[in-house]
């Protein structure tokens, strides 16, 4: 029998995305799940993604969509994650997206991918979401939109020197590596936020 309450919650708790994963799991049949989608109730976006239909597109469905459209083991990452995890309220203009390397899903528009293999200290889920751990997200949100991300995450005690050092040994080689490592080195050494944090 359908259960359409608990489809109602956990759409609500995933900002009105859903899949058909979603679906089967709250025993919707293919049958009623096509009437919802012909009538406008449900909007497919992409092969086994949707959103409710009297909801407009805000900038959390657009990440939750990208995600999910790329790959089933993609993550949010970068600028994009920073924002997720509430370092930021502002929202990037692209949206930054990672999945392992041999995944290609259909090209989204407005995302950026990036195909890495991300290990799995350095994942995490928040608000039922994939997402890189805030210590790695720090390290590409600053290759990307500066160093003064880096150093606004410390002081506000977002992670820590130690988590931001670890994160970037594990992750050494990929993009923007050899900027991240050079900022690591600064603030290891306390040549830059590590300062800020002595009274």
Aim: charged share 30%; net charge positive; proline share 5%.
């Amino acid at each position: 029998m359908p259960d359409f309450t608990r489809f109602r919650e956990l759409v609500a708790a995933r900002d009105s995305v859903f899949t058909s994963a979603d679906v089967s799991a709250c025993a919707i049949s293919p049958d009623a799940a096509f009437r919802r989608v012909r009538s406008g109730e449900w909007i497919r976006v992409s092969r086994g993604v949707f959103h409710v239909g009297d909801r407009r597109l805000d900038d959390r469905m657009r990440a939750r969509i990208a995600v999910l459209c790329t790959s089933p083991r993609a993550a949010l990452c970068s600028e994009t994650a920073y924002w997720w995890h509430g370092f930021t309220t502002k929202a990037p203009k692209q949206i930054h997206v990672v999945t392992p390397q041999g995944r290609h899903g259909r090209p989204v528009d407005g995302v950026r991918i990036w195909h890495r293999t991300v290990a799995p200290p350095d994942l995490t889920e928040v608000d039922d979401l994939r997402v890189t751990e805030k210590a790695l997200t720090v390290l590409d949100a600053a290759v990307d939109g500066g160093s003064r991300l880096l150093d606004s995450a410390l002081l506000r005690k977002y992670t820590t020197v130690a988590d931001v050092v670890d994160a970037q040994t594990r992750n050494s080689g990929r993009r923007g590596s050899r900027r991240s490592r050079e900022m690591v080195a600064a603030i290891a050494d306390g040549s830059r936020s590590e300062r800020g944090l002595e009274p």
